[in-house]
C-alpha cells in the first residue's frame, strides 16, 4: 500500500460533492441559511485523501455537513456502517438529499459514521443482533469510542473507505484523544478517507491532515496555528483568570 502522499486521486471514495441540478433547496430556509452550507451547495467541496477536519464553533454547520454527506454517502444517519441501519427518531436535516457524491471509480465502498450524540441507539441496535458487538453497552463512554475505533474503524479488515466522524472528542480522555490520533494516521496509510467534524486542537494537529475551518464567513482553509479554538485554547491555559473575572 503506498502512503498518503503517493496515493492517486482515483482511489479517493468521495472525490467531491455538490448540490444535485435541481435540488430543491431554498437559500432562505435552514440548513441552506448557514454560511458553509450555502457554499457546498453553491460551490461544492472536494475532498482530499487523508483526513480533512471541519473545525467551528457550535451552530457553524460542520456537524450538518458532515450528517449530509455521510447520509449523501448512503451511511446511516444515526450513526454505524453501510452494511446495517437502524431509526430511532429522524431528525437530520434534508442536506444529504440535495448532495450528490462523486465517487472515484475504483474505490472502496465501504465505510462508517460515528456520530457522538447518538450511539446509544446504535449500540443497542448492535445489542439486538448479538455477537460480539452486543458488549459495547456494558462500557464506559469512553471505553466504547475506543473499542469501536480498533473493531470497526482501524480494524484490517476495513483498510479502506469513507470513515466520517462527528466529534469523537465527546467521549474521550486527553490520553483516549491521542489514541486517536496515532489511529487515524494508521488509517490513512492503509488507505481510509476520513472527514471529522471536531472541537479538539489534538485532533486538529494531525500532520497532513487538511483543516477547513467554519463560520460566519462559510468555510476557508487554515493551519492549525490559526485555527480560532487553538488560539482560544492557548490564552486560556496561559492564563485562565484573564477568562473567568468575565465570567464568575
Known amino acids: 500500500m503506498t502512503e498518503r502522499g503517493d496515493r492517486l486521486d482515483d482511489d479517493r471514495p468521495v472525490r467531491r460533492v455538490r448540490a444535485y441540478q435541481d435540488a430543491p433547496w431554498d437559500p432562505d430556509v435552514w440548513p441552506a441559511t448557514i454560511p458553509a452550507v450555502a457554499q457546498v451547495l453553491l460551490e461544492g467541496l472536494e475532498l482530499a485523501s487523508g483526513v480533512t477536519f471541519l473545525v467551528g464553533e457550535n451552530g457553524s454547520g460542520k456537524s450538518t455537513l458532515v450528517e449530509g454527506i455521510a447520509t449523501a454517502y448512503g451511511l446511516p444517519a444515526e450513526g454505524g456502517s453501510n452494511q446495517g441501519s437502524h431509526v430511532t427518531r429522524a431528525s437530520e436535516s434534508p442536506l444529504g438529499e440535495w448532495l450528490l457524491v462523486e465517487r472515484s471509480p475504483t474505490a472502496a465502498?465501504?465505510?462508517?459514521?460515528?456520530?457522538?450524540?447518538?450511539?446509544?441507539?446504535?449500540?443497542?441496535?448492535?445489542?439486538?443482533?448479538?455477537?460480539?458487538?452486543?458488549?459495547?453497552?456494558?462500557?464506559?463512554?469512553?471505553?466504547?469510542?475506543?473499542?469501536?475505533?480498533?473493531?470497526?474503524?482501524?480494524?484490517?479488515?476495513?483498510?479502506?473507505?469513507?470513515?466520517?466522524?462527528?466529534?469523537?472528542?465527546?467521549?474521550?480522555?486527553?490520553?483516549?484523544?491521542?489514541?486517536w490520533l496515532a489511529n487515524l494516521n494508521e488509517m490513512v496509510k492503509r488507505g481510509t478517507q476520513v472527514l471529522c467534524a471536531t472541537h479538539s486542537p489534538i485532533l486538529a494537529s494531525l500532520p497532513g491532515a487538511r483543516l477547513l475551518e467554519t463560520g460566519e464567513w462559510g468555510i476557508r482553509e487554515s493551519t492549525w496555528e490559526d485555527l480560532e479554538i487553538v488560539r482560544h485554547w492557548k490564552f486560556y491555559l496561559s492564563d485562565p483568570q484573564r477568562y473567568l473575572r468575565h465570567l464568575l
Open 109 to 179: 465502498r465501504w465505510g462508517f459514521f460515528l456520530r457522538a450524540e447518538t450511539m446509544h441507539g446504535y449500540y443497542t441496535y448492535l445489542e439486538a443482533l448479538g455477537g460480539p458487538d452486543a458488549v459495547l453497552h456494558s462500557l464506559s463512554h469512553g471505553e466504547s469510542f475506543n473499542e469501536l475505533l480498533q473493531t470497526k474503524l482501524n480494524h484490517p479488515q476495513f483498510v479502506a473507505g469513507l470513515i466520517v466522524l462527528d466529534e469523537p472528542e465527546a467521549a474521550l480522555s486527553f490520553e483516549s484523544t491521542l489514541r
